[in-house]
């Protein structure tokens, strides 16, 4: 279980973007809030391992536009990795072993579901870019409660992880990541699978979609609205 190469020295891109939603917390946590607060359908990000990136922010936006109740929790409590450790000998290992790592994040994972189910929400959605796909993945696999969930360029994907998940799983993996597909098979046999779906995004790298993609670009904006338009779907089908 590692991160793709691209993953460990690929930069986050700069992007220009004002946020709409507000900010809140769930108990001592900080969070980024879009849409409607008393939608019956919620939606949790796990951002990636740059935090509260533009690019999240925005895409928070969108689907809050679309009359979700999204909740973009600062899980790395405004300690994110930044360019600076990129490269650098054993950032990534402690990482993944202290703050990056899922017994870390689980308490939050739980401590979010009951706030938006209590705040009235009758299904939560998980999104997860790059490291946050490992978490979502985890989270799938451990708790009860949630409807399903999108991992995006997903890191830290171990052989087995996909087919152990107990709710429908969107997969969206770049070129950089690992080929999921007989893992991915797994998931045949449960009951939720004709909800699930891996669509390979092999003309993009990894981040795309979150801190390194530059949106400016015409390219890589377009290939972000249509793995966007798919987690929508995925969405809509799933709540």
């Known amino acids: ?31 980024y809030f879009a849409g409607p607060s008393d ?105 009860e409660g949630y409807a399903g969930g999108a991992i995006v360029h997903p890191a830290l994907i171990a052989d087995g992880d996909l087919s152990k998940v107990n709710a429908p799983l969107l997969a969206l993996p770049s070129k950089d990541e690992p080929d999921f597909t007989q893992d991915f098979a797994g998931l045949e046999g449960k009951p939720f699978f004709d909800k699930c779906k891996m669509v390979r995004f092999d003309d993009m790298f990894h981040g795309f979609c979150g801190a390194r993609g530059d949106w400016s670009n015409e390219v890589q904006a377009k290939r972000a609205n249509d793995a966007i338009a798919l987690v929508v779907n995925f969405m809509s089908s799933i709540m």
Request: aromatic share 10%.
């Open 39 to 143: 939608s019956k359908r919620a939606i949790m990000i796990n951002y990636d391992i740059f935090g509260y990136h533009a690019n999240v922010l925005q895409l928070s936006d969108i689907l809050g536009s679309l009359g979700y109740r999204v909740a973009l929790p600062d899980l790395l409590r405004g300690d994110p990795l930044e360019e600076a450790d990129l490269g650098k000998p054993g950032v990534f290992d402690t990482f993944t072993k202290t703050r990056g790592s899922w017994e870390t994040n689980k308490g939050d994972y739980i401590a979010i579901r009951d706030y938006l189910k209590s705040s009235g929400a009758e299904s939560v959605g998980l999104i997860g870019f790059c490291w946050g796909g490992h978490i979502v993945v985890s989270a799938l696999t451990e708790l």
């Open 1 to 31: 279980m590692s991160f793709p190469a691209a993953c460990c020295n690929t930069p986050p891109v700069k992007a220009d973007y004002t946020p709409s939603g507000t900010k809140g917390k769930i108990g001592d946590l900080d969070c």
